[in-house]
């Protein structure tokens, strides 16, 4: 397959002022008419892009073309000498109803649910009508749309301005969007849906209609997705001056969906997952995601919509900052310590093990054979962070005048990377610096220490990143690193200050710093984790201890926790009691005022983290057995503690605050170390709490502890949880992933969860449900058994949704750092793979994969 490089961008020839398109859809097909007005506007030939069209017929000017007049291809239609003005007009056939690939126009659910949704992002709208289909040719568009009148959901993007009968069976809508809009952004909705709606005025006075779609048995669950609609278009007035643009907002849910939402202008269609929501069906933890998709996509509007990219190479530019903008958003909502903890055990989970392994790529690649293979934890995460550096180095006022200059300089346009550095460089020209970030692939890693006489304190640090093979040589890059001193004793805050590391190494002097009789600096440096970075501290177990109880910044006190745990996993720190003591006097703590936090405290590395420590001879059995271990020892160590705490955390009446989603999550991990530390009274106590749970956090925390540990009752919770969900896809989504998540549950029992009538291979949601555990579980999937069962999976999708088999092939790509027996069967399974497989995206990403 041929490679595309960002070396290689050219303008396009045309530029399309305005599209015209009619999408009439009939049982078998659909006919879709499309009228583009082109006007050169540099040299090249008139290139029209289509992928899987039946082309019916070309004209120009309104001058049907003969088969000399252009050229087509399985990618392409030419139009050979075309003029500089035309009126290009051409007809296509498509067949939605087949397309399992879930681009471009398909179906959606069956017999009453059964929907036609669009997604275009990033090269689906050449599957709906030959284009070209690029980022950089932004147009006017209007759709008329002509469906049966079963469907009576007919909506796109803009205003509609329109509607009618065709018939007695058929009828239309005709929409305008005023704003030009590159492709990509397109969406059509053909469909029979309930609709929620609300308001929401503007800061500058315009009267917005909120629309939710959803299925009639769905349309109570949008209630939280419509304010936190109404939080985010406030949000983005109030922090970034940005308010809505259209007179009206749309939402469509759909359970058929690759990835969580898609930004359309206007018309954003969102999976199921990532907008319904309600306390009985929803977990908190969805429910919070909801906010923040739901969040994430409409801040698009600014940060995409408006200012889009120039090409697909300079993807982070809208998905990093709009990552940013969503996770400061959710930190307002709760608290900014938990907030961090969560987006960087993300980073930390994908995006590090992304960067150490055989995918690794810079946050803006420079060649791709799949752009849909680059919507990546480091486009988006890794992303974000280079956003979040540059935040916080100009501080909240320049930050402001940068972003405010990016939104005045560019609207309307489709830009880079370097554009967005340039306006931002405005208020302070030391962002031109962070362009490296962007180019470079591989996480630096930051070590140091301190050394200190009398009054004066000195930090040493120092940086290196892994030269990734076939690209340059790794240079240094500027790491901020926010830094605190503390004394030993009294645990007083002595110092505070922002680092800026731009070489290999340096030195930090801190002069002044008065400690007490006998007391030592204590230093905290990646507070708040202020840059996305591997740290190798040179911090004394004692000194770790000391921040657990005397940290004031929440993230880093959660970080000297974890810390203690690696070094005690990793076998250079050998006394659990201490770890056990600092949980129980933080949870003493905290269990009345941030429960969360205390929760998250209880956190150990999940294995797929701890395997990111070896770049080979890694042992799963061994790993897991180790942190097993752990949590049976602290289980063990705190028993007279866990009861005591559950029972100071009854069930109440739901609701839906910091405090009671913390104390919920608390109330679920003491169950977990309960069973584990075998208190007698515990396996009532989950019975019961699955039983009276008033919300689904308490019933899916009770029903998993039940699987977990295999109580006695576990078939008849397992029918019963069943049961009671059975007309909720997303519940059954749960049912099925606790399950096949439990270690318990073997490759067998995740293979026949798979055999079931209701696990549908064409809803990627469930098929994530098993073999996104499976993937959670290195033990079992690094087996012949395992990785069969896994790739049977891949090269299945393959076939039908290529998009969602290279997703999923990516979990792989750290395989070469197994031991030899089981290194060796893996390369001969990925090997195999390949000669069976056909998709670019699969392709691709094995080609990578097997390249070590
Ligand atoms: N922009 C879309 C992602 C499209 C992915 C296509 N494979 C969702 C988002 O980031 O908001
Ligand atoms: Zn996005």
Known sequence: PQKIYLKDYTPPAYAVKKVDLDICLYEQQAIVSSRLEMTRQAAGELVLLGRDLQLQQVSVNGEVLSSAQFRLDSESLTLIDAPDRAIVETKVIIKPQTNTTLEGLYQSGLDDEMMFVTQCEPEGFRKITFFPDRPDVLSEYTTRLEAPKTFKTLLANGNLVEAGEVGDDRHYTIWHDPTKKPSYLFAAVIANLQVLQDHYTTSEGRKVLLELYAVSQDIDKCHVAMQALKDSMKWDEDNYGRAYDLDRYMIVATSQFNMGAMENKGLNIFNTSCVLSSPETATDERSFNVKAVIAHEYFHNWTGNRITCRDWFQLCLKEGFT???????????????????????????????????????????????????????????????????????????????????????????????????????????????????????GTPVLSGGVQYEQDKVVVRLAQKTRHVPNYDAPVALPIPVDTAIFDSNTGQLLAEKMLLLTTDSAEFVFDGIQLSEGGHPVVSVLRNFSAPVRLEFDYSDEDLVRLVSFETEGFNRWQAMQTLVNRWLFGSFDNVDSIAGLLKTVTDELLDCDPMLAARLFDVPSQKELAMAYDSDYDPVAVKARRDEFIKL????????????????????????????????????????????????????????????????????AFTAIINHDLGKKSLYIANFYEKFANEDLVIDAWFNAQALSSRTSIDDIAALMQRQDYDWNTPNRVRTTLGALAAKPVQL?????????????????????????????????????????????????????????????LEFLDNMLTV
């Open 323 to 441: 990552v940013f903008r969503d996770q400061s958003f959710s930190g307002d909502f709760r608290s900014k310590a938990v907030q961090r903890i969560e987006d960087v055990a993300i980073l930390r989970s994908a995006q590090f093990a992304e960067d150490a392994g055989t995918l690794a790529h810079p946050v803006r690649p420079e060649s791709f054979v799949e752009i849909n293979n680059f919507y990546t934890a480091t486009v988006y995460e890794k992303g974000a962070e280079i956003v979040r550096m540059l935040a916080n180095l100009l501080g909240k006022e320049k930050f402001r005048q940068g972003t405010d200059e990016y939104f005045a300089r560019y609207d309307g346009q489709a830009v880079t990377v370097e554009d967005f550095l340039s306006a931002l460089s405005v208020a302070d020209e030391r962002v031109l610096a962070f362009m490296p970030w962007y180019r470079q692939p």
């Open 782 to 842: 690094w087996t012949q058994q395992g990785m069969a069962l896994y790739l049977s999976a891949v090269e299945r999708l393959d076939g039908s949704n290529p998009l969602l088999a290279a997703r999923l092939l990516s979990a792989l790509a750290r395989w070469y750092t197994l031991g030899d027996d089981t290194k060796a069967m893996a390369q001969s399974n990925l090997e195999q793979l390949k000669q069976k497989v056909q998709s670019k995206n699969v």
């Open 634 to 701: 602290i289980a063990c160590a705190l028993a007279d503690k866990t009861t005591t705490w559950y029972q100071a955390l009854p069930i109440q009446a739901y609701e839906d605050t910091p405090l009671a989603r913390g104390r919920r999550l608390l109330r679920n991990v003491l169950l977990d170390l309960r069973l584990l530390a075998g208190d007698a009274a515990a396996e009532q106590d989950v019975y019961y709490q699955y039983d009276n749970a008033t919300c689904m956090s308490e019933r899916l925390g």
